[in-house]
């Protein structure tokens, strides 16, 4: 199967999840993760029509970036994000996925102010309570929801989750629903319902994320094969 073979598979299954869940399909971006995999590939999922490639390394997007690898499609980081590469991305990427905590928001609000413009971002959100994993944990997310709401030269989009790994199938759907829930309350409460973005599911649970709610999906092995770790 090709790149733009998967891709048209996956848009299909996309639409039906979408259809299940009384969904338009239309609302729901596919970003592909492109970690690990060639400009020459990226550029294929371009031109296939991927919606977004989302990159993980700052390095490695950097050196893809010179190859051209996203022309034509909005780049978006999805990966950790140390402070001391921010200004990399800011204004860069169109979308920061994962921005799991304050100090990491300040220093995205701080190189936004010094390049003059608005860096679109979302809150990852640890739904699983994991330790050691970055996000804001459930109970602490309304908190800094509010203070990121006060910031400016970053604009809160919506939320992004990676839930802890599950062995049954649908092990993933309570912990999409839950952060389903928080996008809409807290987008209601704080954001005067503007949230557009809810980022979640991957390759192999985005039809669950998507009938929990998802508005972005972000899929990687099952659009690029899957990736040889060295
Ligand atoms: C790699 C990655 C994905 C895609 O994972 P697949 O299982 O290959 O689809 C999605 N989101 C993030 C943050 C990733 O790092």
Redesign the pocket.
Known sequence: MTIAENIQAIRGRMAAAAQRAGRDPGEILLVG?S?MNDAAACREAVAAGIDAL?E?RVQEMTAKLQEHAYDGAPLHF??HLQRNKVRQVVGTASLI??VGSLELLEEIRRQAEKRALVQDVLLEVNIGGEPGKSGFAPDSLRDAAEQAAAMPHVRIRGLMT?PPIQREPHGNLPFFAKVARLYVDIGRDLYDNKFDCLSMG???DFEDAIEAGATMV?????IFGH?HYQ
């Open positions: 993760a970690k989302g993980n999805i990966g996925h994962s990676i991957m390759s192999d972000r899929v990687g092995s099952a990736r």
